[in-house]
């Protein structure tokens, strides 16, 4: 069953614009996840956000989570087209060690 | 990668063949899974294991057995393949810290049956 469903399906922007994706989810969560996928290639771990944190960096990466609305965000500031790629939130299921992955947003950046 | 291979990376078998894919991990760890992708569906879970013989099924794992006999390997197998499950199996590990598990993936096969 799909957990977290990822909005908009696909984003297509320039180079050195801002992109933000947004993810929700169904039930309470310990964390919340973001994946990357380039094209062919398997998932790449991004960044974790735990449910007591609002906010995240890494890079030109930010997460927020809100467990209010049960949505997190994941933006990507001053974007490259190397930043071309599908990304996936996820969450746990059950017990913490499966996830449930969303079905991601296709990220196109034109240069 | 997390040491992670899989292989073949690509097949083409016949519907109703058996077909087994291997998943090898070099470091020991103890959660592996196996996935399909599918166009319009994201990445599904069809099995997972929890230690050496200990496994358990996904949301999807229908048609599908796997098998861990030793810690590194992760084997799954289509008895009969089917054209349904023509698709990319990804295999996964988890790395896990203070009861979080964060997951790694292996590199893919493409899986066609005709």
């Known amino acids: 069953s799909q957990q977290g469903e990822e909005d908009p399906q696909a984003l297509s922007i320039q180079e050195g614009e801002n992109a933000t994706m947004n993810c929700s989810y169904k039930t309470s969560i310990n964390n919340l996840q973001w994946y990357r996928q380039n094209s062919g290639r398997g998932l790449v771990h991004l960044i974790l956000i735990r449910s007591n944190e609002r906010e995240k960096h890494s890079g030109r990466l930010r997460v927020t989570l809100d467990t209010s609305k049960k949505s997190s965000s994941l933006l990507i500031t001053a974007s490259r087209a190397a930043d071309t790629a599908s990304y996936f939130c996820?969450?746990?299921?059950?017990?913490?060690?499966?996830?449930?992955f969303g079905k991601g947003t296709k990220l196109t950046v034109n240069p | 990668d997390a040491g992670i291979t899989q292989s073949p990376r690509h097949k083409v078998t016949e519907t109703g063949t058996p077909v087994t894919l291997r998943c090898h991990q070099t470091e020991n760890h103890r959660y592996m899974y196996w996935y399909r992708q599918d166009p319009g569906h994201g990445l599904r879970l069809i099995h997972y294991?929890?230690?050496?013989?200990?496994?358990d099924k996904g949301e999807v794992s229908d048609g599908y057995s796997v098998s861990r006999s030793k810690t590194e390997d992760f084997l799954l197998t289509l008895e009969s393949a089917t054209s349904s499950q023509t698709s990319v199996y990804f295999c996964?590990?988890?790395?896990?810290?203070?009861?979080?598990?964060?997951?790694?993936f292996g590199p893919g096969t493409r899986l066609t049956v005709t």
């Open positions: 996820a969450t746990p299921q059950g017990g913490s060690e499966k996830l449930v």
């Open positions: 996964a590990i988890s790395l896990t810290s203070a009861g979080i598990y964060e997951q790694y």
């Open positions: 294991s929890y230690g050496v013989k200990d496994t």
